[in-house]
């Protein structure tokens, strides 16, 4: 059974940082995505950002690029998601995904992911 745990939620003023860490455990194939994805109320959950671990191929949504970072932790199955520049628009439930069959084409789609984090809040105040 994979676990995913993530932490890092927090509130901060516009043009602050976060750091959100995730984990992936308890699975065997070699072909893991780990994605962060966020829901603001009312509106869908969106992807944000996304990194495939075995050769650490990043890609990101529009809305974030320039100013979020993944990065793979050492530890095999383990990765970050650092957030600069924060704005307001910014203010979600941040969830991590962990997909092994995920489409490449489809990667930053919440379908394409099995296994979620309990989420965590991130609030930008301006």
């Known amino acids: 059974q994979v676990q995913v745990v993530e932490s890092g939620g927090a509130s901060v003023q516009a043009g602050g940082s976060l750091r959100l860490p995730c984990t992936a455990s308890?699975?065997?194939?070699?072909?893991?995505?780990i994605g962060w994805f966020r829901q603001a109320p009312g509106k869908e959950r969106a992807g944000v950002a996304t990194i495939y671990m075995d050769y650490a191929r990043i890609f990101y949504a529009d809305s974030v690029k320039g100013r979020f970072t993944v990065s793979k932790d050492r530890t095999k199955n383990t990765a970050s998601l650092q957030m600069n520049s924060l704005i307001p628009e910014d203010t979600a439930m941040y969830y991590c995904a962990a997909g092994l069959n995920v489409r490449s084409s489809l990667r930053l789609q919440p379908s394409e992911y099995n296994y979620w984090g309990q989420g965590a809040q991130v609030t930008v105040s301006s």
């Open positions: 308890g699975y065997t194939s070699s072909s893991l995505y």
